[in-house]
DNA sequence: GTCTATACTTCGATAGAC
DNA sequence: GTCTATCGAAGTATAGAC
């Protein structure tokens, strides 16, 4: 009963599976997730996913983790842009990261030991976001007492998300363009017009 | 090559196979829902599932249109009571109805079958909001140029959820209590106070 | 580090007896 | 209407050769 070989943590090998998992997530939900699958898109053989992951459930872990990490940087830029606001609007509204974000909670909810992990990452992108609005919105023309800090936060994602969500995976539009009209008319009254993209 | 039987769609057992299903989807997530399980939970055999249900898709699909039919008579029931936006977002916020559609929509990411039905569902909820806000809102002190019907159902159902995703999957709080009471002083100001429950 | 081979489990679905 | 029995496919995971 030796333990297990498991493959270093910067293989190029271990990185390309988290790739080929991410792919198959992405366009075909946590489900289409498996040993196999994940090995053929990689183009090795199903053994090596074990090799890499002891189980598939690590395989998620290391997958949301990588996702998490990244998306926590790109926050970071995104929060000290010249317009943080819309910048935050425009990161929220990317569909790729919250497709991938929904599928993850989705999986939560029934493996548990993938939860801890979400939520408490979850938190992390919450409290950065209050952190840096605190100091934001105390320059805008905006009662902090009506409109603390957290409220904003938790707004502009539900919305930005719940929109990526029924535009993306249902293909529903319906009040859309009313709802992000209305959005954006409040970010103009508080940051002023959308810089152009570079 | 005679045409498989299949049960009638009165039939009891039928309906204890979509009650164990629901059972199943709700604290498993759609990937619990199979036919042995199913069987099981219902306490009859897996040929049975399939005696009902000529294929997985086909009960995923039972279900979900049983769901829709009861949320849309709820909805209905709710855009009539004397607050009804009070009413609105409360039926917004049950955790029961939102858990079981966010896992429809995970399920929907990659059972194309399906999607069309909930897409065609989440328009029909919808616009009955639209149709029933419009005539609301035109009795309170809010400028439908500003907000529009369409937005306020947009914006009441997305938070809403949002918060229910986080709140029961995620098991987070952080900012809740704060938005929610900036969402009802809103309400407040619109509808009043609202009125003890009965 | 990657493979072959394999054990074991669970799944969807069907045929046919009762 | 419900069951037994069963097929073939696909899943996770491991042992051990190369």
Redo the contacts with the bound molecule.
């Keep these: ?1 030796t333990a ?2 498991i ?2 943590e910067t ?3 271990r990185a390309a599976l988290l790739d080929a998992a991410e792919r198959l997530m992405v366009d075909g939900g946590y489900a289409a ?5 994940v ?1 053929a898109e990689a183009g ?5 996913v ?2 890499y992951f ?4 690590d395989l998620f872990l290391a997958l949301y983790r990588r996702g998490a990490q990244r998306g926590l940087e790109r926050q970071e830029m995104v929060l000290q842009s010249p317009q943080p606001l819309w910048a935050l609007w425009d990161f929220s509204r990317e569909p790729y990261g919250t497709n991938l974000t929904m599928e993850f909670v989705a999986l939560a909810n029934h493996r548990k030991e993938i939860r801890a992990e979400i939520t408490a990452s979850a938190e992390r992108f919450r409290s950065r976001q209050v952190e840096a609005l605190s100091g934001i919105l105390a320059g805008y023309d905006l009662d902090s007492d009506d409109w603390p800090p957290v409220v904003i936060a938790v707004l502009m994602s539900s919305v930005a998300r719940f929109l990526v969500i029924e535009a993306e995976t249902l293909e529903m539009s319906t009040g859309h363009d009313d709802t992000v009209a209305v959005v954006e008319r409040l970010l103009r009254r508080l940051e002023g017009d959308r810089a152009p993209t570079a």
């Design positions: 009963m297990r070989r493959g270093t293989s190029k090998t997730v498996t040993s196999r699958r090995a090795v053989k199903p053994a090596l074990h090799y002891r189980t598939m459930d």
